[in-house]
């Protein structure tokens, strides 16, 4: 029960401070323009009085946009995504309102006042969002009482439930793996559980109906996760089309309008980088072709979006003849799986060495992002002969654009097992965000300069 008021109470509790955090932040903007003497007045100023009936306006507007875009759903989140989510919605909400005032003449924002509102209102909800979670976290605690959960089974779920669980400190995690029905009571009135969270690999349908029944009997609140889930995390919906309901696989594949919005990103960034390095890079060039008089850039087949081939461009860090040497170094792989990393690999030149330190040679592939082969976050393309290995779990992550960086170098690069990295590639497509790319972007510098794992 406890669960459920804190789920009531917690968005009402958001919903309210939003109502006083826009309230407050267009007050501010009003003084601001008008009042301050900070920013120059040409057209004299308006009564506040119509402003304060607009405002109510806006409040009313704003409420139902952040209602529409899901701020009062209760999801595990970050801060930086709780402020991108925040900042999705004060933005859409300005559209709207300067969309009004141009449409209906008699009344017109000042557009600086508008502005003003909107930055603030962004950082004053953001935290109000903070103090509220804060509040939850140990004030509901100490109210309302901690909400124990037991879970019972084993797999790859069960430990990910787990994981999830005792991050967040409003739950209380307690495991069990007997699930007779004597034994289950006892559990349950010991421990004073308020909820039970079935998963196993491998689920008896009599098993659950069991449990169930138990949890029941003792007002417990049951939920459970149907085994398909462990072949196919985060692709999984269910649907009712049909009246009742059922699931249906959806596709993990990035595509319509935020396929488009990282498409833009990718290309605004590349060009960015590209023009500010240009004459480092020219340096580097010269450096390289220096040393040994072999080619600038090194090209390679790879295995891209959607199983299609195409042309990998990096700096030449190794010997002009390294791929032919390549047979006779495999026996000295120093990783598992269908995938070549050695330590101390003999064809690698001197200022090649450097190069692969700093990931510097990765610096062409923002040619192969605007050609549109490659994402500036996502899976490492991988070798025709490494991709030829990969089981059914491993295709996936050909369902989206290859990344120059991703969510596995900055959690090690070559220190990580080709499992660890498969896992990782999985979660990135299953969990993708905008706030995740960038994350991982601002992840990847600390990453390449403390120079750990590159090689």
Same mark, same amino acid.
């Given at each position: 029960?406890?669960?459920k008021?804190r789920k009531?109470?917690?968005p009402v509790?958001?919903?309210?401070t939003?109502i006083?955090?826009?309230?407050i932040?267009?007050i501010f903007a009003y003084?601001?323009r008008?009042?301050s003497t900070?920013?120059p007045?040409i057209k004299?100023?308006p009564?506040f009085k119509?402003?304060?009936?607009?405002?109510l306006v806006?409040?009313f507007l704003?409420?139902?946009?952040?209602?529409y875009t899901?701020f009062?759903?209760? @999801?595990?989140t970050?801060?930086f995504?709780?402020?991108?989510?925040?900042?999705?919605?004060?933005?859409?909400g300005?559209?709207?309102?300067?969309?009004?005032?141009f449409?209906?003449?008699?009344?017109?924002?000042s557009r600086?006042?508008?502005f003003?509102?909107s930055?603030v209102?962004?950082?004053?909800i953001?935290?109000?969002?903070?103090i509220i979670r804060?509040?939850?976290?140990?004030a509901g605690?100490?109210?309302?009482?901690?909400?124990?959960?037991?879970i019972?089974?084993?797999?790859?779920?069960a430990?990910?439930?787990k994981?999830?669980?005792?991050?967040?400190k409003k739950?209380?995690v307690?495991i069990?793996?007997?699930?007779?029905s004597?034994?289950?009571k006892?559990f349950?009135n010991?421990?004073?559980i #308020?909820e039970? %969270?079935f998963s196993?690999?491998?689920?008896a349908h009599k098993?659950?109906?069991?449990?169930a029944?138990?949890?029941?009997?003792l #007002?417990v609140?049951?939920?459970?996760?149907?085994d398909?889930?462990?072949?196919?995390?985060?692709?999984?919906?269910?649907?009712?089309?049909?009246?009742?309901?059922?699931f249906?696989f959806?596709?993990?594949s990035?595509?319509?309008?935020?396929?488009?919005l990282k498409r833009?990103?990718?290309? *605004?960034?590349?060009?960015?980088?590209?023009?500010?390095?240009?004459?480092?890079l020219l340096?580097?060039v010269?450096?390289?072709k220096?040393?040994d008089?072999g080619p *600038?850039?090194?090209?390679h087949?790879? @295995?891209g979006y959607?199983?299609?081939?195409?042309?990998f461009?990096?700096?030449?860090?190794?010997?002009?003849?390294a791929d032919k040497?390549?047979?006779?170094?495999?026996?000295l792989?120093?990783?598992?799986g269908p995938?070549?990393?050695?330590?101390?690999?003999?064809?690698?030149t001197? %200022?090649?060495?450097?190069?692969r330190m700093f990931?510097?040679?990765?610096v062409?592939q923002?040619?192969n992002?605007l050609?549109?082969?490659?994402?500036i *976050?996502?899976?490492?393309?991988q070798?025709l002969?490494?991709?030829?290995h990969?089981?059914e779990?491993?295709m996936?992550?050909?369902?989206v654009?290859p990344?120059i960086?991703g969510?596995?170098?900055?959690?090690?690069?070559?220190?990580l097992s080709?499992e660890e990295?498969?896992?990782l590639?999985i979660y990135?497509?299953? #969990?993708w965000?905008?706030?995740?790319?960038?994350?991982?972007?601002?992840g990847?510098?600390p990453a390449?300069?403390?120079k750990?794992?590159?090689y």
């Amino acid at each position: 029960m406890n669960l459920k008021i804190r789920k009531i109470l917690f968005p009402v509790a958001l919903l309210i401070t939003d109502i006083i955090a826009i309230y407050i932040s267009f007050i501010f903007a009003y003084w601001i323009r008008f009042s301050s003497t900070l920013i120059p007045i040409i057209k004299g100023i308006p009564p506040f009085k119509l402003y304060h009936t607009a405002i109510l306006v806006v409040i009313f507007l704003w409420i139902i946009i952040f209602l529409y875009t899901g701020f009062y759903e209760e @999801k595990k989140t970050d801060g930086f995504s709780e402020f991108l989510k925040i900042f999705k919605g004060v933005f859409l909400g300005t559209i709207v309102i300067a969309a009004i005032t141009f449409i209906y003449r008699d009344f017109t924002f000042s557009r600086m006042m508008l502005f003003i509102a909107s930055v603030v209102s962004t950082f004053v909800i953001f935290i109000f969002h903070e103090i509220i979670r804060i509040i939850d976290m140990y004030a509901g605690n100490f109210l309302l009482g901690t909400h124990k959960i037991l879970i019972l089974g084993s797999g790859n779920i069960a430990e990910d439930i787990k994981k999830t669980l005792r991050h967040r400190k409003k739950f209380e995690v307690h495991i069990s793996h007997f699930t007779d029905s004597e034994h289950l009571k006892n559990f349950i009135n010991e421990n004073q559980i #308020n909820e039970v %969270i079935f998963s196993k690999s491998q689920i008896a349908h009599k098993e659950i109906l069991k449990i169930a029944s138990v949890c029941e009997d003792l #007002n417990v609140e049951f939920r459970f996760v149907p085994d398909v889930l462990e072949l196919t995390r985060g692709e999984i919906i269910i649907d009712e089309f049909i009246g009742i309901p059922v699931f249906r696989f959806k596709s993990i594949s990035l595509y319509g309008w935020n396929f488009m919005l990282k498409r833009l990103t990718d290309i *605004v960034v590349s060009l960015i980088i590209i023009t500010f390095s240009i004459i480092p890079l020219l340096i580097l060039v010269l450096l390289i072709k220096l040393e040994d008089g072999g080619p *600038v850039f090194y090209t390679h087949r790879r @295995k891209g979006y959607k199983g299609k081939d195409f042309e990998f461009i990096k700096f030449r860090t190794m010997v002009a003849n390294a791929d032919k040497m390549l047979g006779n170094l495999k026996i000295l792989n120093e990783r598992s799986g269908p995938v070549f990393k050695m330590k101390n690999d003999p064809r690698m030149t001197k %200022i090649g060495k450097f190069i692969r330190m700093f990931s510097i040679d990765e610096v062409p592939q923002f040619i192969n992002v605007l050609r549109g082969e490659m994402s500036i *976050v996502g899976p490492r393309p991988q070798v025709l002969w490494e991709a030829a290995h990969y089981d059914e779990i491993a295709m996936r992550r050909l369902k989206v654009l290859p990344g120059i960086t991703g969510i596995w170098q900055i959690r090690g690069r070559s220190d990580l097992s080709y499992e660890e990295m498969i896992r990782l590639d999985i979660y990135y497509l299953e #969990n993708w965000s905008i706030a995740l790319d960038i994350r991982i972007m601002l992840g990847t510098i600390p990453a390449v300069l403390s120079k750990k794992g590159a090689y």
